[in-house]
């Protein structure tokens, strides 16, 4: 985040994630998105919940870029989406990690080599690369598998190999788009407890989740969005 000098005064911006008045549309029928604003700080946590087909998945993907909005305007992490021309995309990727429900890891690469990948695009040398992977595949507890194949994983392996590669590189935002979707509930704990300790380094963090044990436990601030429209934001919220 850079700091705002306004008459000498030294401000930090108040968000990480500010969505204005955005809407977007699939097509000429769908409206996935109607109207959304909303602003996240730094270093908050948040879930986003509501039923299947609400918009929680296009709100994600507008943050990474995968899809642009049909209007309204987006900041993230002090990055004008709206401006953001194509070649300067490899810049949202060093401030907004993400993490799927279907890990999406690199079948034909080892765990070592999947989570090496996402460092490409900092500029660092072998040396710097290879020991901050060691760092963080032991910090997610999978440095013993370091040499293995995605399909010789577990579940909750493989999501916390598609974590190690999303936060290698130190991104402000981590996204997380049913993260533990597949998991059974114990796994599916840990790889929460895993995001939390990220999050406690300072890493905002957005979840979308249809898990209401994990959003009824941990009191963090809910987002319930339906029909494309954010309906409540509470700050210890529940998923109702
Ligand atoms: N590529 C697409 N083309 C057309 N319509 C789409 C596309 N992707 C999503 N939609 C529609 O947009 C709406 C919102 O979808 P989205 O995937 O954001 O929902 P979601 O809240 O993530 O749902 P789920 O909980 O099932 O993952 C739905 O009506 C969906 O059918
Ligand atoms: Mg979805």
């Avoid at 709206?82 to 890990?103: A, C, H, Y």
């Avoid at 040499?147 to 916390?160: D, I, M, T, V, W």
């Avoid at 590189?169 to 981590?174: N, Q």
């Amino acid at each position: 985040m850079t700091n705002l000098v306004k008459n000498g005064i030294v401000k930090s911006s108040l968000y990480m994630i500010r969505f204005e008045q955005t809407t977007k549309k699939y097509g000429t029928n769908t409206l996935a998105l109607e109207d959304v604003s909303l602003d996240i700080k730094q270093g908050e946590f948040v879930f986003i919940v509501g039923p299947s087909g609400a918009g929680k998945s296009t709100l994600l993907k507008i943050l990474t870029r995968e899809l642009t909005p049909t209007s309204g305007k987006i900041t993230v992490a002090d990055i004008d989406l709206t401006k953001l021309n194509d070649k300067d995309i490899p810049s949202l990727r060093r401030k907004v990690g993400v993490v799927f429900q279907d890990f999406k890891l690199l079948d034909d690469k080892t765990v070592f080599e999947n989570v090496a990948l996402a460092l490409e695009v900092l500029d660092k040398n072998d040396e710097e690369i290879n020991k901050m992977v060691e760092h963080i595949l032991k910090l997610v507890e999978i440095w013993d598998k370091k040499n293995l194949f995605p399909k010789q994983l577990s579940g909750g392996e493989a999501q916390r190999t598609a974590i190690a590669r999303a936060v290698v590189g130190k991104p402000d935002v981590l996204l997380a788009d049913e993260p533990t979707g597949d998991l059974d509930p114990k796994t599916a704990w840990s790889v929460l407890q895993l995001l939390n300790e990220i999050n406690s380094w300072g890493t905002t963090i957005l979840m979308a989740t249809h898990n209401q044990e994990i959003v009824n436990t941990l009191k963090k601030r809910v987002l319930v969005i339906k029909k494309g429209k954010i309906v409540k934001d509470s700050k210890e919220g529940k998923y109702e």
